[in-house]
């Protein structure tokens, strides 16, 4: 096993780096020494999946056994998984002896101090006498971030997929994964907003070999009350519910707009993005707005366009409104040249509000939600809330034909009517 060391870590342990060989990434970390709470730990990181192992209130004596620490916080954190004896074994012995280096990417160790920035946050999860803090290790391997392609990704989903690689077999006990079950309840709520623990279960069965049922439900719902608290998880009656839903008061509402409504239902992948509740599917009308107001609105400030059109994204899955809308331009002092930059921009908008997931469509995005649904059982929109709020400014410039917008197309409130029907109404100046 290689441990890439931070300059602070290799003074601390008062070692010669050896000079870096090729290791499996799988057997490879970088390692960083911290503070918190006038106490030392040591974060490790994976080179290949980012899965996080952590080691608090070290001594000195400590420091001189860091090989056999290492080893058995491993163990630990991948006990608190439910990984399998016989692979944590397998993946222990296959590491051989323990080498330390310098750190050799600049990637890794930006990854590696941005987890050491937000361990601190669970402090919680320091508390008691033993160094190996494998619940803490589970706790940030939890969180996503984007990998080159840009696409959200669980360092622990991607151990597990590491692991059963490795070993060619099932890594988990016969328990199951139990922070699995927790990541499909959490995913589910941020993807529809509320949802019965029953969907909870029909899904989870739909799409793993272990089978849970209500009785393991309940169990994860006494036992890590906190973790659905954490990621803004409320439980109601016999359902998983969004914290905002709760705080507005709006439970039975969202109930009322999504029945008789099916469920879009990702496959696990794409399912577990949605473990982040700041996900946002970046899909091709997100890059068209984005590539629009960055190069004809904003003169090229990717920044700031970036800001803006996840602000509009926002607008769009909460409440759709092209006043509110509208309201983030004018509060941004963004002016539009003429009425046909007008419309290109609003019918870039309602590209992208038709393909967003909202709550209220079980998941579908409205697009969807209207080709497999008779517009009859399409809840209503209000044509006030569309053209209430915030106008345009506008600079005048002469000449220029203004656009027609897609006056057929579905709106994208999710009302059924026509666009030239519904917020099509809207009359810009």
């Known amino acids: 096993m290689l441990i890439k060391c931070t300059k602070k870590l290799l003074e601390q342990l008062n070692i010669k780096p050896e000079i870096q060989v090729e290791h499996e990434l799988l057997f490879s970390w970088h390692a960083n020494l911290i503070t918190v709470n006038r106490r030392k730990a040591v974060v490790l990181m994976n080179d290949k999946n980012n899965y996080i192992i952590v080691l608090y209130g070290l001594k000195l004596k400590d420091f001189k056994n860091l090989n056999e620490h290492i080893f058995n916080a491993i163990r630990a954190t991948f006990k608190e998984e439910c990984i399998n004896e016989e692979v944590i074994d397998k ?18 160790i930006s990854k590696l101090n941005n987890a050491c920035i937000i361990l601190p946050r669970f402090d919680d999860l320091l508390e008691g006498e033993s160094i190996y803090k494998s619940s803490l290790g589970v706790k940030l391997s939890r969180l996503a971030f984007k990998n080159s392609l840009k696409e959200y990704i669980l360092p622990c989903e991607e151990m597990y997929k590491d692991l059963e690689t490795f ?26 907003g509320l949802v019965h623990k029953n969907k909870v279960i029909e899904i989870y069965n739909m799409q793993n070999e272990e089978i849970i049922d209500e009785e393991i439900i309940n169990y994860h719902i006494k036992k890590y009350l906190g973790d659905f608290n954490d990621n803004f998880v409320k439980i109601h009656s016999d359902y998983f519910v969004h914290e905002l839903i709760m705080e507005f008061d709006n439970f039975y509402e969202q109930l009322r707009q999504r029945k008789g409504k099916p469920f879009y ?47 509009i994204h926002n607008c769009c899955h909460q409440d759709f ?3 509110a ?105």
């Open 91 to 108: 993946y222990i012995n296959n590491s051989q002896e323990i080498l330390y280096s310098k750190t050799s990417s600049r990637s890794m």
């Open 167 to 192: 070993t060619d077999k099932n890594i988990f006990t016969y328990d199951g994964p139990i922070y699995k079950v927790i990541d499909y309840i959490i995913s589910l709520t941020h993807l529809y």
């Open 265 to 311: 239902i990702p496959d696990q992948e794409e399912l577990f993005n949605y473990i982040d509740d700041n996900y946002i599917e970046i899909n091709k009308e997100y890059k068209n707005l984005l590539k629009y107001v960055t190069n004809n609105i904003l003169n090229g400030d990717k920044e700031e366009a970036e800001s803006l059109v996840e602000d």
């Open 321 to 323: 409104s092209l006043g």
């Open 325 to 429: 809308i509208f309201g983030l331009f004018n509060e941004r002092d963004i002016s539009f040249k003429d009425g046909n930059q007008v419309n290109e921009t609003i019918q870039l908008i309602m590209d992208m509000a038709n393909n967003i997931r909202i709550w209220e469509n079980n998941g579908f995005t409205p697009k969807e939600i209207f080709e497999i649904m008779d517009m009859s059982n399409l809840s209503p929109f209000s044509e006030g809330d569309a053209s209430s709020g915030s106008k345009p400014n506008l600079v005048s410039i002469p000449g220029g034909k203004i656009k027609k917008i897609g006056r057929n197309d579905p709106c994208p409130c999710g009302s059924g009517k026509k666009y030239k029907k519904c917020c099509g109404k809207l009359e810009l100046s």
